[in-house]
């Protein structure tokens, strides 16, 4: 450490002298040891196998905007407001970007000078001499400069970590809306079967009413009576249970928005939420619109800062300290010219040996930044695939719904035909039980493919980082 401390007149050499080597330090301080970024390469393909036309971009910064939009639904609409505003998870992750926010600005503040104020009375005695009194009051000012880019690059590790931390806020959002909507659409979908069993058992009430008449005429057996009395109770039973399903599905909905499971309810509402109109085209978003990936890429960034934070420790630290003050043996008198002191100069620092200690820290900073790299390169690739995934299940949805669609229509003829039959005594009940069974199955397929189309598209929304534009779309059907 190079200092002279004074109590009498400085120099004006020394003070050129301190002068110019702060002028010095300064000039160089825009060193930055460290690779500077580049983001890691990545294949990705041009385009997705699952449907033509729909491109794949690189990544950068999320916005996933309305996407609910789309379902054009206005309660959807109304819990994802509530869910942003009371859902614990993304009140917990907004806190984390805060402390990222202040551990960055707790980074940049090592770029300035530090003041710092002290006063003090202490009474000792040096060799065995008399004992006296010290008593002082002093300002101080250090500045380390960042003639390395130590600091630099600290702030910029702590920039990356608070955009990944933003990214992080905005996955967890993503996930939580997505959540949210699957489990509304369950809900909606419970709502159509409770409805679809509740005419059910009509059907199989007017049956029953039927077979017993006849049974009374002498027409059939008491079989005929004890089926339809079976069926109806089974649906009855069925119909108990998907109660206990919406009622999990209502909880569920709850939680997410920050509520008791009790006492919350939302009403019934007939139909689903409107199938959204798929886009044509993807307007070169999928990556550029992943807050996962761009998560990880900041990562990346941050472990690469972190590189050169780690060999900045081969080189020396250069400061620069002042003080200036007051000392005295006694309270009265003390400010007064006689009793000041001041100080003034550079510093160096430097390690001769630390047995390996920094090569070992610089070989973890490169091990970390390697594990980064495959981090957000393995987010890339599921990020593909479950795009992938999704719109080939959308495909085959399609295709199945139209098909199922044809059976309900079909199977709905044919038991109209049949229970006319059996009125007129034309055929007996088993006829007429297995048509019944037979229309309300494919009855109920029908609205489980549209809820799982439904809820494959919120999972493609969730998959491509948000919604698209309406301008990409066709009409919908």
């Given at each position: 450490m190079l200092c002279r401390i004074c109590t009498g007149r400085y120099g004006r050499n020394q003070v050129l002298k301190t002068g110019v080597a702060l002028v010095?330090?300064?000039?160089?301080?825009?060193?930055?040891?460290?690779?500077?970024?580049v983001r890691p390469e990545q294949a990705v393909p041009e385009a997705f196998a699952a449907a033509d036309g729909w491109k794949v971009a690189q990544p950068g910064r999320a916005d996933a905007g309305n996407w609910w939009a789309n379902f054009d639904d206005p309660v959807l609409a109304a819990l994802l407001q509530q869910l942003e505003q009371d859902n614990q998870n993304l009140i917990a992750a907004e806190a984390a970007w805060r402390e990222a926010r202040a551990a960055l600005g707790g980074s940049r503040s090592a770029l300035y000078p530090q003041l710092d104020a002290?006063?003090?009375d202490t009474r000792a005695q040096q060799a065995g001499?008399?004992?006296?009194n010290n008593r002082n009051v002093q300002l101080g000012l250090g500045w380390q400069l960042d003639v390395w880019g130590q600091v630099r690059r600290q702030v910029e590790a702590g920039q990356a970590r608070l955009d990944a931390s933003a990214a992080d806020w905005a996955a967890l959002r993503l996930s939580q809306q997505s959540l949210l909507a699957q489990n509304y659409i369950q809900l909606r979908s419970l709502d159509e079967q409770l409805r679809i069993t509740a005419a059910n058992i009509d059907a199989y009430q007017r049956v029953l009413r039927i077979s017993e008449n006849r049974y009374q005429?002498?027409?059939?057996t008491r079989a005929d009576v004890s089926q339809a009395l079976t069926q109806?109770?089974?649906t009855e039973a069925q119909q108990l249970d998907l109660h206990s399903q919406r009622a999990r599905s209502a909880h569920a909905i709850a939680v997410l928005l920050g509520r008791p499971a009790s006492g919350f309810g939302l009403a019934a509402v007939d139909g689903l939420p409107a199938m959204p109109a798929l886009p044509q085209t993807l307007p070169s978003s999928l990556l550029e619109r992943r807050p996962?990936?761009?998560?990880?890429?900041?990562?990346?960034m941050a472990a690469n800062a972190e590189i050169g934070v780690a060999k900045t420790a081969y080189f020396p630290t250069f400061g620069f300290s002042a003080s200036g003050g007051y000392r005295a043996d006694a309270?009265?008198?003390?400010?007064?010219t006689p009793n000041r002191f001041w100080s003034l100069g550079p510093q160096l620092d430097l390690r001769l040996f630390d047995a390996g200690a920094r090569r070992a820290k610089l070989q973890q900073a490169e091990a970390a930044y390697d594990?980064?790299?495959?981090?957000?390169?393995?987010?890339?690739?599921?990020?593909?695939?479950?795009?992938?995934?999704?719109?080939?299940?959308?495909?085959?949805?399609?295709?199945?719904?139209?098909?199922?669609?044809?059976?309900?229509?079909?199977?709905r003829d044919a038991l109209r035909l049949i229970e006319n039959q059996y009125a007129a005594g034309l055929v007996d009940f088993t006829v007429v039980s297995n048509a019944m069974t037979t229309a309300h199955s494919a009855e109920r397929t029908l609205l489980g493919l549209q809820a799982s189309r439904l809820t494959a598209s919120v999972q493609l929304i969730s998959a491509l980082g948000g919604g698209w534009d309406a301008a990409d779309t066709p009409t919908a059907q």
């Open positions: 010095v330090m300064l000039a160089v301080s825009g060193c930055m040891l460290g690779p500077d970024y002290q006063a003090g001499g008399d004992i006296g005429a002498g027409m059939v109806l109770k089974s996962d990936i761009a998560a990880a890429e900041q990562r990346v309270w009265s008198g003390l400010i007064s594990q980064q790299v495959a981090g957000y390169r393995q987010a890339t690739l599921e990020a593909i695939a479950e795009v992938e995934d999704t719109l080939v299940q959308l495909a085959s949805l399609e295709q199945e719904y139209a098909v199922q669609a044809e059976a309900l229509e079909s199977a």
